[in-house]
């Protein structure tokens, strides 16, 4: 009996490990199809340049297509459109998602439908939020000119508004995710502390910067990080609402400018090289931000 019992639990461990491959392998598969061959079918491209006219056959250029395209004016211009779009949208996002938390974060009769509501926007698709926001910016029917405020050019075609307007699209968006995210961490904090700080005399300011706040770090350096993510990936509510010359109106953001490679310029290998640049600049955001935020994150015991 002692000889079989190591042997049994051997097979019953590749038993197990056998019915978890099964299980993963479906996802595997489409991971395979649609996200790792896309990707290194990426690094292929890039070495190819596309000639001017159509039905000739690629050229094979190596390093070169590469330093030619993340050397140019226009790469720079986008990044640095890109990282200013992350700047407009990643940090209102935030507080606002923070600050609806924290009103809803009550016991009161009937905050639940509160709750419900600043949670909706994250059931909406771009294109709804696309087609609310360019009704309200319409400069006819709208309700800036409403308001009273009503540019020449109209806002979405306008240079020094366009990119801003489409920054607050996309914090209306996000705004329900960063809400949901954050009343998570807020319920997650123990009441006795609050309510010790309470006795001890600090006021609600005091409690929300010395409690809440350290409490709830890692919940919002997690957001930071995926809103960052989503900020540098942003890319319907540009092409919705912008329909126009983006490098005019200072919308060409990356992801963008990679699509126009593709759809006007018929040029996949320009494409792919601002592709690799676009996953490298996101993963080295990524890192940057783990390795300095990270140090400002208090994990309670």
């Known amino acids: 009996m002692t ?12 038993r197990e490990a056998a019915l978890g491959y099964v299980l993963v392998a479906p996802a595997l598969v489409v991971f395979a199809i649609f996200v790792f061959y896309p990707f290194a ?14 039905h000739l056959p690629r050229r094979y250029v190596g390093l070169d297509q590469a330093v030619d395209v993340l050397t140019s004016a226009d790469f720079r211009e986008s990044v640095w459109t890109t990282v200013v779009f992350a700047i407009l949208s990643v940090p209102a996002g935030i507080f606002l998602g923070l600050a609806l938390a ?59 508004w366009a990119l801003p307007a489409v920054a607050l699209v996309s914090v209306w968006q996000n705004i329900g995710l960063s809400f949901i995210i954050m009343s998570a961490g807020l319920q997650a904090i123990p009441d006795e502390l609050l309510e010790a700080a309470e006795i001890d005399g600090a006021r609600p300011w005091r409690r929300f910067w010395r409690v809440t706040v350290p409490l709830m770090s890692p ?43 593709l759809r006007e310029r018929q040029d996949p290998g320009t494409a792919a090289v601002l592709a690799i640049a676009l996953f490298a600049i996101t993963l080295l955001l990524t890192l940057t931000q ?11 015991a």
């Open 3 to 14: 000889a079989r019992r190591p042997t049994s639990r051997r097979a019953q461990r590749r």
């Open 41 to 54: 079918k990426n690094f292929e491209l890039a070495l190819y340049r596309n000639p001017p006219f159509p």
């Open 290 to 300: 783990m390795r300095l935020l990270e140090r400002r994150v208090h994990y309670a």
């Open 102 to 160: 924290v009103a809803a974060h009550r016991r009161l009769r009937g905050i639940g439908i509160y709750r419900t509501i600043f949670a909706s926007t994250v059931t909406s698709s771009v294109a709804v939020a696309s087609v609310i926001f360019g009704t309200l910016f319409n400069p006819v029917i709208g309700w800036i000119p409403a308001l009273g405020f009503n540019p020449r050019p109209p806002v979405l075609e306008n240079p020094d």
């Open 219 to 261: 919940t919002i350096y997690f957001t930071i990080v995926v809103g960052s993510i989503f900020a540098f990936q942003a890319f319907g509510q540009i092409d919705l609402l912008t329909p126009s010359n983006q490098k005019l109106l200072g919308t060409n953001v990356l992801t963008y400018y990679i699509f126009s490679n």
